[in-house]
């Protein structure tokens, strides 16, 4: 079976940086981050495909950076210049059959998820 696990949330001032890691167990393929603002619907951040092509979304484009280590399954988010606008709950999700393109795939095509890791960004 498919496990995910994130970590690496927190508390930053505007400006600051996080990196954010999703553990992962079996057989994970296309990967990407998606997060959940309180009211908001969940959106997707950045996905990545076994072969490292990278699809951003365009609020984050330019500050965060989206990669995986293949040998350790582990899926990370290197988030600089972080704003208020990014605080969420952050998603890691995998899905065995979805390839790249040239937009995030919705939240329905993906199979599994993690519980998710808070990210609090202060003005």
């Known amino acids: 079976q498919v496990q995910l696990q994130e970590s690496g949330g927190g508390s930053v001032q505007s400006g600051g940086s996080l990196k954010l890691s999703c553990a992962a167990s079996g057989d994970t393929r296309f990967m990407a981050w998606f997060r959940q603002a309180q009211g908001k619907m969940r959106e997707g951040v950045a996905s990545?495909?076994?072969?490292?092509?990278?699809t951003y979304a365009d609020s984050v484009k330019g500050r965060f950076t989206i990669s995986r280590d293949n040998a350790k399954n582990t899926l990370y988010l290197q988030m600089n210049d972080l704003k208020p606008e990014d605080t969420a709950i952050y998603y890691c999700?995998?899905?065995?059959?979805?390839?790249?393109?040239?937009?995030?795939?919705?939240?329905?095509?993906?199979?599994?998820w993690g519980q998710g890791t808070q990210v609090t960004v202060s003005s």
């Open positions: 990545i495909d076994t072969d490292g092509s990278t």
């Open positions: 999700a995998s899905d065995p059959l979805l390839v790249g393109s040239t937009a995030i795939p919705p939240v329905v095509d993906f199979d599994y």
